[in-house]
């Protein structure tokens, strides 16, 4: 179990680090965003702003637009980090390599969405009209899921139930060109 352990520790790291830290527009505030919510700091005050209230916002079509879509997608991205991380404990919990390397592979798709959200939302360069973003947790993301893959890499997958016992045993059974049509490739072996 040791050998998971890591890999457990590291995905729950990605629920504990800022994945964003921004400016709104021409420092009219700034904020941190995690999975799960944003704070930001304005003059009008400071917000506490759970993902739940955004998808709010956009269902009511308070939020529209550039901002709507990178969000959307930045709440698509939450899911898969959330599905990656019932995979991570599950391969812990059954000591199974493909299913840690499938988790891997979701917090890599989970930090492209994050990306692709935060590209929608200030621009190619993390600085436009909306503001300037410094994604320092997608990094993180993706080093998680590098580790995590590395991990396992070399691991064979576990055999589902039911494959490989009775498939060894017929082949066993006959020998090369017994009964098969096919002549063995050993020249030592007599034909028959």
Known sequence: MKRFNIPVILQALIFLIPLNIYVIGDWMGSGIQTIFFRYMQTNIGDSLIF???????ILKGIVTGKTAIATSIWLIGVAI????TLLVILAYRQQNPRLLRHGAYLNAAGALLFSISIVIQYGILLHGPAGIAIPLGIPVILSVAYFQYKSVENDP???PDGEGEGADDAEDD????VGSGVQSSDPEEPLR
């Open 51 to 57: 993902l739940n209230r955004e998808l709010h916002f």
């Open 81 to 84: 980090i959330l599905i990656a």
């Open 157 to 159: 997958d576990p055999e």
């Open 174 to 177: 006959d020998e090369p060109g």
